[in-house]
């Protein structure tokens, strides 16, 4: 009766500790540049060292430029940073992939695409969006500097178990309708810290018939709804997406290892701490229109009114500009960006390109796709998608976190209003403390770049 | 190990749900190696649209600049792991955070530095924020032991899972060496795993 959570958390966990936590073994250990260096430091005053560099591996993402990648960056805060991982991955005989290895990207793109994310593992990252990779049925989490050192230190971490909550999502999603939608829809109903102390596990047959860039979208934006993990049973689909990646066994090897992965699926009769069920039809390709990703609307539907609404609604849409009551469609927008781990795989590149493809950016759009890994990168190019994207009118850039959130060159200036496949509409979150994002998928990015205001990508496909 | 039972001092009231950690500390102030001035930045962009609006920040007001004790709404720390943002608030002086709810990893990391987060009911964090709104300078203690708030006269319920008030009030809130100790026992664990013993054949 047990769920996937169970047991993977039992085959994980060591012994109770005196404070009543439980210390979980870490299967993998993923860094990067931006919340690693003073976890290294904390090690070196303590005099210790890394336990396990064979269960540790390190790219460079959130500071990268996209536009020129030559060393050193234009940036020296930048450099610096770059500079501090390659020192400590070097000392410490940790694996990097770095901007000369071909398979650079962000770090929740490459695990997934090197196949060193694979069912049944524990992974912890100190990045939230670590939660993408329980789209394989790992359990999956962010965690902050500090535990950062714990798992370079021990491979453990000190941690309490999680309630499991299914949501299934039934029947087929119409066509413009994204696994982004369904997230968006999700965190619309259950909140943003709806999922604080939960797991969320997501399927039904929506969720079954979607690839693996689909329930990577769907696991990323799990925190945004305050679980701090989400994941999908493994399954046929997963096991053959991982079959003859590089960092996966091969032959009976891996046979071996895939009749564990499918025995790790929650049992039919699986007991849940609470149960949701969402109705693929009733989702709408869906915009945020707040500050906060739970505050999103169907395209088609007007924004809420303040008069009665906490006044949380009345600052967000006055933050943003919007009027309550009228469509979202319709907002004009100055920036398009297609990226980030939420959405810059390679189906994300090619949806958006179908919508592009035989277009042009609408004037005064500033447009940009950044891949979400070199390989990305390296595939889209061999499909020629860059060159739609750039006789489109859109750039094509280096592979990084980019504008998801503005720590490079590539930010927002003043009020700009972006159109965004990333996940987060924070305030400030794309580099200017004023600028705006409608969070939305990859195609309805592509369709409001086009035309040069939030539109739906139905009447375009 | 230094046991934290019992945090005394001012309040500093921040109202507002959903506070996410990129309004704590905004990504650009992460281009750093090290947590060191990071004070410097809390809530930046929030104090500059302030002062441009003509008004005044918390963390810039003048009663409250030697407050210890943050009180916040409903989900605060959400978004980012990032630990930059407890290590801001907590290099600005705080101690200790009461609030209606707070985002896990936030809460978690929070714990690190040995700055608490309590929760209190809505109802109670605004009447904490309204008392040290009208006197600034109440003293307010959060009892970790206990599980209460009291400002004035004013005492509450706050809760904590028991774990961490284990680990707070025990002085065992920094795992590392907790972590390292019977490690013969890890190693057991990680040799069973199908994907250890398979990358290591």
Not at chain 1, 260 to 285: C, F, G, H, Q
């Amino acid at each position: 009766m047990p769920t996937l959570f169970e047991k993977v958390w039992n085959a994980h966990s060591v012994r109770r500790l005196p404070t009543g936590q439980t210390q979980l073994f870490v299967g993998l250990h993923l860094v990067h540049e931006v919340t690693s260096p003073q976890a290294f430091d904390m090690l070196r005053l303590r005099g210790l060292g890394v336990r396990r560099p064979d269960r540790t591996i390190a790219t460079v993402d959130h500071i990268v430029p996209t536009r020129s990648q030559a060393r050193p960056f234009r940036d020296p805060l930048a450099e610096g940073m770059l500079d501090a991982l390659e020192r400590n991955c070097r000392e410490h005989g940790i694996e990097l992939l770095d901007l000369a290895s071909g398979r650079q990207g962000i770090v929740h793109v490459i695990g997934p695409e090197l196949g060193l994310t694979q069912p049944g593992m524990t992974i912890a990252c100190g990045d939230s969006h670590t939660s993408t990779h329980g789209a394989f049925g790992a359990l999956a989490f962010g965690i902050g500097t500090s535990q950062v050192r714990d798992v370079l230190a021990s491979q453990t971490l000190a941690l309490e178990p999680l309630k499991v909550r299914r949501i299934d999502v039934t029947g087929e999603l119409a066509p413009g309708v994204y696994a982004k939608d369904v997230i968006l829809a999700i965190i619309n109903r259950l909140g943003v810290d709806g999922g604080v102390g939960f797991a969320y596990e997501y399927g039904g047959d929506t969720i079954e018939r979607m690839s693996m860039d689909e329930r990577m979208t769907i696991c990323n934006m799990s925190i945004e709804g305050g679980a701090r993990i989400g994941y999908v049973n493994p399954d046929e689909t997963t096991i053959e997406y991982l079959r003859g990646r590089p960092r996966v066994p091969e032959g009976e090897a891996f046979e071996r290892l895939a009749a564990w992965w499918r025995s790790l699926a929650s049992d039919v009769d699986a007991t849940y701490d609470d149960r949701v069920e969402l109705k693929a039809a009733s989702i709408e390709p869906t915009v945020t229109w707040g500050t906060h990703p739970g505050q999103s609307v169907g395209v088609g539907q007007p924004l809420p009114t303040p008069g009665g609404a906490p006044a949380e609604v009345a600052d967000a849409l006055a933050f943003m500009g919007l009027e309550g009551g009228r469509p979202i469609q319709g907002t004009p927008v100055d920036v398009a960006f297609i990226g980030s781990c939420t959405n810059g795989r390679l189906s994300d590149l090619r949806e958006a390109a179908s919508v592009v493809r035989g277009r042009r950016v609408a004037s005064g759009v500033r447009a940009m796709v950044v891949p979400g890994s070199q390989q990305v990168a390296a595939a889209a190019e061999r499909e020629g998608l860059h060159e739609v994207f750039t006789s489109a009118g859109f750039e094509w850039r280096g592979a990084g976190c980019s504008m998801c959130l503005a720590m490079n060159e590539d930010r927002l200036t003043g009020r700009e209003l972006c159109a965004s496949s990333s996940n987060r509409n924070f305030r400030g979150r794309q580099g200017s403390p004023t600028g705006r994002t409608l969070l939305m998928s990859p195609a309805m990015v592509a369709a409001a770049a086009v035309a040069g205001e939030v539109t739906d990508v139905r009447r375009m496909l | 190990m230094t046991s934290i039972t019992r945090v005394e001092g001012r309040g500093l009231p921040l109202v507002g749900h959903n506070i996410d950690t990129d309004r704590i500390i905004p990504a650009r102030f992460l281009r750093t190696v090290s947590f060191d001035g990071l004070e410097a930045h809390v809530f930046a962009d929030d104090r500059a649209a302030a002062t441009a609006d003509g008004t005044v920040h918390p963390f810039d007001d003048a009663p409250y600049e030697t407050a210890s004790i943050l009180i916040v709404n409903e989900n605060f720390g959400c978004g980012s792991s990032r630990e930059h943002a407890p290590q801001a608030i907590y290099r600005r002086g705080i101690r200790a955070i009461v609030g209606e709810s707070f985002s896990e990893i936030f809460f978690g990391n929070s714990v690190m530095p040995g700055m608490p987060c309590v929760s209190v009911s809505a109802d109670h964090a605004a009447a904490l924020q309204a008392l040290v709104e009208r006197e600034p300078a109440t003293s307010i203690v959060v009892d970790i032991a206990a599980g209460t708030v009291t400002a004035g006269d004013l005492t509450v319920e706050a809760r904590l899972p028991a774990n961490a008030r284990e680990a707070l009030v025990t002085g065992a809130w920094d795992a590392t060496a907790l972590l390292l100790d019977r490690y013969d026992e890890v190693e057991r664990v990680a040799d069973a795993l199908p994907y250890i013993a398979a990358a290591s054949r």
